[in-house]
């Protein structure tokens, strides 16, 4: 594991909050020369520290109507049962991210759908008729906050 000073941890840190941020700007805020700056995002992302830059999508504008977690259990915990599982949802539009949790439930899935009707439908025939899926518990989500950073817990 590669060892990261105080200035990769700020150059993290901006990235997370605006991964469009010119390398100029970047390397002014961290007190980098450019040249410096541009050299250490390079290492960040040929270790796969950073791993992706995405925008955010406002998904209410887009049409969808209600966002839910689909709580599934299944019948059985074998690694080929889980990972067809899981290779499953990736293939489902829908599905927004997916978490192999410990307890009560084996999976969360958080998903986007135009109404109640397509939830009901996407639960219907993605979910419940998979093989092994034992129970599935559905919860509306009424209101979402969310934080881009991921809090630099190892900063020196």
């Given at each position: 594991m590669a060892t990261f000073d105080r200035t990769d941890f700020a150059i993290i840190a901006?990235?997370?909050?605006?991964?469009?941020?010119?390398?100029k700007e970047l390397a002014a805020r961290v007190g980098l020369a450019p040249s410096s700056c541009h050299e250490r995002v390079k290492r960040l992302w040929s270790e796969g520290v950073l791993t992706g830059a995405h925008a955010v999508v406002e998904v209410k504008r887009m049409g969808v109507g209600i966002e839910a977690l689909l709580f599934i259990e299944l019948a059985k915990h074998e690694r080929a049962t889980v990972?067809?599982?899981?290779?499953?949802?990736?293939?489902?539009?829908?599905?927004?991210?997916?978490?192999?949790?410990?307890?009560?439930?084996?999976?969360?899935?958080?998903?986007?759908?135009?109404?109640?009707?397509?939830?009901?439908d996407l639960a219907?025939?993605?979910?419940?008729?998979?093989?092994?899926?034992?129970?599935?518990?559905?919860?509306?989500?009424?209101?979402?906050?969310?934080?881009?950073?991921?809090p630099l817990l190892l900063q020196p």
């Open positions: 901006i990235l997370q909050n605006d991964a469009r941020i010119p390398n990972d067809t599982f899981m290779a499953h949802v990736e293939t489902i539009p829908e599905v927004r991210s997916a978490f192999l949790i410990t307890g009560r439930h084996d999976l969360v899935v958080h998903v986007v759908a135009r109404d109640t009707q397509h939830l009901k219907l025939d993605h979910f419940t008729n998979r093989p092994g899926v034992t129970r599935i518990e559905t919860s509306i989500i009424y209101e979402q906050r969310r934080r881009a950073e991921v």
